[in-house]
Nanobody
Framework: QVQLVESGGGLVQSGGSLRLSCAASGIFFRLYVMGWYRQAPGKQRELVATITSGGSTNYADSVMGRFTISRDNAKNTVNLQMNSLKPEDTAVYYC?????????WGQGTQVTVSS
């Protein structure tokens, strides 16, 4: 059974930092591109950042320079360090594991940034 379990969300003031973590089980972790997506109320889910097994990263323009994605292939975890948070970063953040054949999602964790 595949599980992606997110943690680390919460309430933070504008300019603050949060670190999200996602623990994966039930998949051969190294075969998946890991990513973080977010969905704000009334908006579509959007890409935040992705990272390949080899460490190549991709970021949305809106978070470039503020967020850092990383993964630990030995521990089957992927993290998202979020700095200089803005109210517009408020959303439910979802962990994603994807390859050419499968895609899996976590349940999501709420991030709220107050102004």
């Amino acid at each position: 059974q595949v599980q992606l379990v997110e943690s680390g969300g919460g309430l933070v003031q504008s300019g603050g930092s949060l670190r999200l973590s996602c623990a994966a089980s039930g998949i051969f972790f190294r075969l998946y591109v890991m990513g973080w997506y977010r969905q704000a109320p009334g908006k579509q889910r959007e890409l935040v950042a992705t990272i390949t097994s080899g460490g190549s990263t991709n970021y949305a323009d809106s978070v470039m320079g503020r967020f850092t994605i990383s993964r630990d292939n030995a521990k089957n975890t992927v993290n998202l360090q979020m700095n200089s948070l803005k109210p517009e970063d408020t959303a439910v953040y979802y962990c994603n594991a994807a390859n050419f054949r499968d895609a899996f999602w976590g349940q999501g964790t709420q991030v709220t940034v107050s102004s």
